[in-house]
């Protein structure tokens, strides 16, 4: 059998060899890395709160009569304006034309003192007629003017009178209960029905009182409900009075695209500063274990442009958002897995997957 020539099987042997060594790093595990960063630590709080009504009334009336018309039942949907609910005005309306007819009589009064009094003037006081005349008729239509604003005062105020017979919504909202009915005699301060405001909705949460000078512009609240999370806008800090509370209110404007109605119960993340900082990673680079242990994977850079990855234990602080605090095991600028550590073992060799490859 003729041999193969000494540099041909070298030159072959080195291109197996390559190509044994391409596909062994085309085997080998593709993660994604991360280093290990020094930043502000924040700390998380659950809070349980309740969803409130900016605005809840109770209307009344102004007037005593008897309930004429209904225009509502509980749970109807209004708009600000919309009449609710009127009352007899049967006799408001004759006073309300009585009214009308004595301004209009008091009009008459006063251009004719007017007439009287210019005639007077084109005669010529002193000549013609007594000066004491024309000042008498000067009186007469000062007199005529206070009487016509008298009249006029009390029409405004039967006209007034007759409008509080019609109850109107404030607002737009739900009626959430209705106290009276047709026949039904009513007098001032009866409540007949309450409105809610269903569109502007506040959350009131209570927050353990240590957290009070935490709270700053910079602080985040996310309330969760429907599946989803949103950021709420932080409105106010009430007070409680209690001193036995230990806590106060946090008041937030209710976010858009969540279903929420007035009296509904709601739970939040509030996330605040701890005025402190430390190295943090993501929450997917922690490994936990069931007795306890709490490891990351560090990767080192091999001479192959891949990387071997060794376990390193850790202790953790506190967590916030998708970052958990490293108290201990870390000294900062590590690269760790954040991805693809489900399988590795200490001193296997990975490479960085594609940027955007899950």
Known sequence: MRQLRPGFSMSALVLILCLAGHAAAQDRPRVHLEAVEEADILQEISLNGTVNALRTSRLSTAVPGLVDSVNVETGSRVSRGDLLIELDDEQVDYEL?????ATDEGKARLAEARRLLQEARSVGAGRNIAATEVSARESEVTSARAALAR?????QRVAADLRRHRI???FDGVVSQRFSDLGEWVTPGDELLQLVDTNNLRLDFQVPQDYFSR?????ELRVHADGRSLIAHIEALVPVNDPQARTFILRATAPDGLTLLPGMAVTATLRVASGERGLTVARDAINRYPEGRVTVWIAEASGDGGYIVTEKRVETGSGFGDRVEITGGLAGGERVVVRGNESLSDGMEVQLAERGAN
């Open 97 to 101: 034309a009585a009214a009308r007819a």
């Open 151 to 155: 009249l006029d005062a009390e029409q």
């Open 168 to 170: 109107v919504a404030p």
């Open 215 to 219: 709270i700053t512009d910079s602080a």
